[in-house]
């Protein structure tokens, strides 16, 4: 059985016309982020925004939460209550996201009859299991609370990491040690940063680092300009033993 990671966005924080920023949602049922446009994002690549059931947030800068609220409008004019939605994110912050979310839209206004998202904090080191997915989770390395999180199909036993933003940061190794693919972020491109940059951002040379020392099979570069795409594939190709690519909005990736 395969597991699916359809790419609804790649770039950074302020995405190109064609792009939005990372986004991705795995067997087309529990979305990563939100990014700019999560409702069009998700229509335009055939998966019915009401269809998700969870939602998982590696962190709380805008450019991951922006469209929360449209996706959230559209299961309410859509009539269906969003218990049906389960928000997992960093617990020091997910509820007052949300919670601000809910206030602005006004739905105990206008919609009081709808009840309200689930919301699960988490902690760095928490696991959450759900039908045929398991996600175990460990720190990243960023300037707000932020989580590197594995998921696993229990059927199949594949899993897939993603890092969200982060600075190099060795536990995130053993966390993600023999994935089957690992979706790592390259802000910086192809600059050397140290570890404490301010930014907290990675480089392609940092995610392959992270990718060759946990022995993953297959490396996804993301959330930087289109700009640094090339030059940044060139590095990793290089420098990595296995596949790597940086996907495109709308790319399929098969694991």
């Known amino acids: 059985m395969d597991v699916t990671i359809k790419f609804l966005g790649s770039n950074d924080a302020v995405p190109d016309v064609d ?55 559209y299961w309410v004019m859509n009539r269906k209550n969003l218990e049906g939605l389960r928000i997992l994110g960093p617990a020091e912050e997910v509820h007052q996201v949300v919670q601000r979310t809910v206030e602005f839209l006004q739905l105990e206004r206008f919609f009081p009859a709808l009840s309200k998202p689930v919301i699960i904090p988490i902690q760095a080191g928490d696991t959450y299991e759900y039908g045929d997915f ?25 899993q897939v990491s993603f890092t969200g933003d982060t600075a190099w940061h060795p536990p995130i190794v053993e966390h993600v040690r023999g994935s089957a693919l690992l979706i790592h972020e390259a802000s910086m491109g192809t600059q ?3 570890p404490d940059n301010p930014y907290a951002h990675s480089s392609a040379m940092d995610a392959v680092r992270v990718a060759e020392a946990a022995e993953v099979d297959k490396l996804c570069l993301v959330h930087g300009r289109t700009a640094y795409i090339e ?24 694991v």
């Open 192 to 194: 050397e940063v140290p």
């Open 134 to 158: 398991k996600l175990s989770t460990c720190a990243s390395k960023h300037n707000v609370p932020a989580l590197c999180y594995k998921y696993t199909h229990k059927p199949s036993a594949k």
């Open 231 to 254: 030059d940044s594939l060139n590095i990793a190709r290089q420098l990595f033993s296995k596949e790597v690519i940086w996907p495109h909005a709308g790319q399929v990736v098969h």
């Open 19 to 73: 792009n939005d920023t990372v986004s991705f949602v795995i067997n087309d049922r529990t979305l990563v982020d939100t990014g700019w446009c999560a409702v069009h994002n998700l229509r335009r690549n055939g998966i019915d925004p009401l269809e998700i059931d969870h939602l998982l947030f590696t962190h709380f800068h805008q450019d991951h939460y922006l469209s929360l609220p449209s996706l959230l409008f």
